[in-house]
């Protein structure tokens, strides 16, 4: 027997809004680059459906927080679990539905703005394809909720920027798990990652090629490699930028000389730092402090 779909599922929570508040936020210039048209929570949603001919006007991200279902774009149908996060594109063909034996729990939303074709292309490229696996992360869900929140209380303008503001945060979370997660508390957990870490842990000393790829148990040539493929730097070179980095918070709010600067960088030459400072920032240490240009 045939089991008809019910009116809604337990627990549901979606906000369209109206097409004369979408026209304003595509106006706004606080919301015009990126808004969010639909949104909404759907959990076990047994016997969700749909199939769009022409896809829908908006881009849509599905996240599955639990279940199973399964999409179906461009003639090729994806399997959908625990984790995973999909991209649908606009005025595409598509269909989507919950498994039938274990019905997803996902977190949708519809968007548009003058930047959500790059924001998509940009996902795409990264995830290279329309589906990654996210890991759960309790701070994106909380961020979701919200941007929900926000928008359940109406459509002041002052509501609508709160929350497409946290949006480009909340499509960040998912666009780069890794990096979401590395700025959240988590360690990091690839090469790139850990080998920063090390850095920032040892900022006052001179640590060498050597003892960086020692301590993540690679050579010092594949280290090299991958640091270099993973951040356009060598691992020295972006060694120096952190030093540089630290040097201009002492410099611009402390009345450390540059050479007890330097001895906190763990460099013993202050000649040798001005200069590296200098090839870095375009002018020198004393300049620098001089311009004092804070926010």
């Given at each position: 027997m045939t089991r008809k779909k019910k009116e809604g599922f337990k627990g549901q929570?979606?906000?369209?809004?109206?097409?004369?508040?979408?026209?304003?936020?595509?106006?706004?210039?606080?919301?015009?680059?990126?808004?969010?048209?639909?949104?909404?929570?759907?959990?076990?949603?047994?016997?969700?459906?749909?199939?769009?001919?022409?896809?829908?006007?908006?881009?849509?991200?599905?996240?599955?927080?639990?279940?199973k279902g399964s999409i179906t774009?461009?003639?090729?149908?994806?399997?959908i679990g625990p984790g995973d996060c999909f991209l649908l594109p606009r005025n595409q063909f598509h269909e989507y539905a919950a498994d039938l034996e274990e019905p997803w729990t996902i977190y949708w939303?519809?968007?548009?703005?003058?930047?959500?074709?790059?924001?998509?292309?940009?996902?795409v490229k990264t995830w290279k394809g329309n589906k990654t696996f996210i890991p759960f992360n309790a701070e994106r869900i909380q961020l979701f909720n919200r941007i929900y929140r926000q928008l359940e209380r109406g459509y002041r303008r002052e509501h609508l920027a709160f929350a497409n503001m946290n949006f480009w945060s909340f499509l960040t979370s998912c666009f780069y798990p890794d990096l979401y997660a590395a700025n959240h508390n988590a360690p990091g957990t690839n090469v790139v990652d850990m080998a920063i870490d090390y850095m920032h842990q040892h900022i006052d000393q001179m640590l060498t090629l050597q003892q960086m790829s020692a301590r993540l148990n690679l050579s010092q040539s594949h280290f090299?490699?991958?640091f270099k493929n993973g951040t356009g730097y060598s691992p020295i070179e972006y060694f120096n930028h952190l030093k540089v980095q630290?040097?201009?918070?002492?410099?611009?709010?402390?009345?450390?000389?540059?050479?007890?600067?330097?001895?906190?960088?763990?460099?013993?030459?202050?000649?040798?730092?001005?200069?590296?400072?200098?090839?870095?920032?375009?002018?020198?240490?004393?300049?620098?402090?001089?311009?004092?240009?804070?926010?």
């Open positions: 929570q979606a906000i369209v809004l109206p097409r004369n508040i979408q026209n304003a936020c595509a106006r706004d210039a606080a919301t015009k680059q990126l808004y969010i048209t639909d949104i909404g929570y759907y959990p076990k949603a047994e016997l969700h459906h749909r199939k769009r001919e022409e896809g829908a006007a908006e881009h849509i991200l599905i996240y599955c927080q639990d279940g774009l461009k003639k090729k149908t994806y399997s939303v519809h968007f548009l703005g003058a930047n959500a074709d790059a924001l998509f292309n940009t996902a090299s490699y991958l630290q040097a201009c918070q002492y410099l611009l709010f402390t009345t450390l000389r540059i050479k007890e600067i330097a001895i906190q960088l763990g460099i013993d030459d202050p000649y040798y730092f001005s200069r590296m400072f200098t090839k870095v920032m375009g002018l020198s240490p004393n300049q620098y402090r001089q311009k004092k240009v804070t926010p």
